[in-house]
């Protein structure tokens, strides 16, 4: 039986979220707020990182968040979390946005976000997470990235401090 820091694989913390963009979520020129957009993504990627912890997470830093496309009012907007790093305590996750037209199937990829979330204990204090098992060359190359990005949070952070 598998214990709770035995590593995990990148496709085990894997979530997909998709809803149906209506009019209360437009903004003033009609398309779907990007606040709203940000709100879905952080909880596509706290939900991937509680499934790889096994424990409750926060969030603790967004990356930059581009928004390519706009996302319109009609469209079923798809959210595909997984994580990408795992270090002690922290847990960095890519979010890819696709807007699809449900009537045609067109989809639109309209952004990629990396976020960075904390697991927590029944105390509500950072506790350790499974390393992060990646299974083949895509998945290796992604953990290299990832852990590059998070090197730049590091030595960004000590700059600030």
Known sequence: MAGPLDPKSMRASHVTIAQMMHPEHANSLGDVHGGWIMKL???AGGLACMRHAGKHA???AVDHMVFREPVSIGDLIILDAEVTYA?????E???QVVAEKPLTGQRT??????????ALDENGKPTPVPPLLAENPAERARLEAAK???????SQKAQEA
């Open 41 to 43: 993504v952080d909880e």
């Open 58 to 60: 926060v969030t603790v």
């Open 87 to 91: 270090g002690h305590t922290s847990m």
């Open 93 to 95: 996750v890519e979010v």
């Open 109 to 118: 990829h309209t952004n990629t976000a990396y976020l960075v979330f904390v």
């Open 148 to 154: 590059k990005r998070q090197e730049h949070r590091l």
